[in-house]
């Protein structure tokens, strides 16, 4: 692999990689770090990189391995709120339908977060970065039954947590 190959072909997945392993540490600084990693460790194996087919999910768990080794060391801190991250808002809304957003978000944030490790990532994965079922079995080193049960749970519990508060009015 050349410079140009790396320019063109690792370096556009790097809010990706940043959104991930900052999903799992929780701090942006932190996170940065886990990523300039991966890049360091992609350029130094750059002569295996002919036998890699899919670059993104190879960096994708990269990214989830050092962010583990990572979080093993740190004490977890929270994520920021779902919309300072992802910036989601609108300005065409009413403040009403803002508010109301904000809370629902937070409460989406929240029932992620309490999540089961895997569930978590999984649902990470495929929700908010879009990535595919077999994309996501790369990354996370499971099998296809595995990511289905686990997204299918994650996304089960979240919803029966909606659907509680909402039919109380909570």
Wanted: charged letters at 30%.
């Amino acid at each position: 692999m050349n410079l140009e190959a790396f320019e063109s072909q690792v370096l556009p997945v790097k809010n990706k990689l940043f959104r991930f392993a900052l999903k799992f540490l929780g701090n942006e600084e932190e996170a940065k770090d886990v990523v300039q990693e991966v890049f360091i460790r992609v350029w130094k194996g750059r002569e295996q990189m002919d036998q890699i087919q899919n670059w993104e999910a190879w960096c994708m768990r990269i990214t989830r391995n050092l962010s583990l080794d990572r979080l093993r060391t740190l004490t977890r801190k929270p994520t920021q709120n779902i919309e300072e991250t992802f910036d989601i808002r609108q300005e065409s809304f009413t403040p009403h339908e803002s508010t109301e957003m904000d809370e629902s978000m937070n409460r989406i944030t929240e029932f992620i977060n309490a999540l089961p490790e895997k569930q978590k990532q999984v649902i990470h994965l495929r929700d908010v970065e879009g990535y595919s079922y077999n994309e996501i079995c790369e990354i996370l080193e499971l099998d296809m039954n595995q990511v289905k049960v686990n997204l299918f749970r994650a996304r089960n519990a979240v919803r029966e947590k909606l659907m509680k508060i909402n039919a109380y009015g909570l």
